[in-house]
């Protein structure tokens, strides 16, 4: 049970599911308070903001490409506490495609960041078969990877 100070018991976490023209997945290497993780581009939604709008809005921020939403994909469906406080995160998965080319810098190498420091983001392409659950850090993304590899 959440602390009783705690005013917002829910982090809503909307992420977007990007394949390029290869079939290759998009994945996002950062530092969150001194933590590399991997997971899928997105984030927070913010007050007053509808999933969909997030999704975009997080998608340009992250990398500098608009997207087109093809569908929803997953939305969490077991508890999950955050990694960070004690919120119970519910995340929403849309798959998404680039409007146009990335203009986003890729790396090969996991966790490739110019230097050490919180909030660095760095993105790499996974073809289908180095797609692997343990790459993720977050539970709900090791679900979402773990359906990704069902359908294709």
Not at 76 to 105: C, H, K, M, W
Not at 141 to 149: F, N, P, Q, R, S
Request: hydrophobic share 35%.
């Amino acid at each position: 049970m959440p602390s009783p100070e705690l005013k917002y018991p829910f982090n809503v976490r909307v992420y977007g599911i990007c394949f390029n023209v290869h079939g290759d997945l998009l994945v996002a290497d950062e530092i969150v308070k001194g933590r590399e993780i991997t997971k899928l581009p997105g984030g927070g939604l913010e007050y007053g903001e509808g999933p969909a709008d997030c999704i975009k809005r997080e998608f340009f921020e992250e990398t500098g490409n608009t997207i087109l939403i093809s569908r929803h994909f997953y939305t969490t469906d077991f508890f999950v506490r955050s990694a960070f406080g004690e919120n119970q995160v519910i995340s929403i998965y849309y798959e998404v495609r680039l409007e146009g080319p990335p203009v986003f810098r890729t790396t090969t190498k996991r966790f490739d960041f110019p230097e050490r420091k919180n909030d660095l983001l760095v993105f790499r392409w996974l073809k289908r078969e180095e797609i692997l659950v343990e790459e993720f850090t977050f539970p709900i993304d090791k679900k979402v990877a773990e359906l990704i590899l069902s359908e294709r």
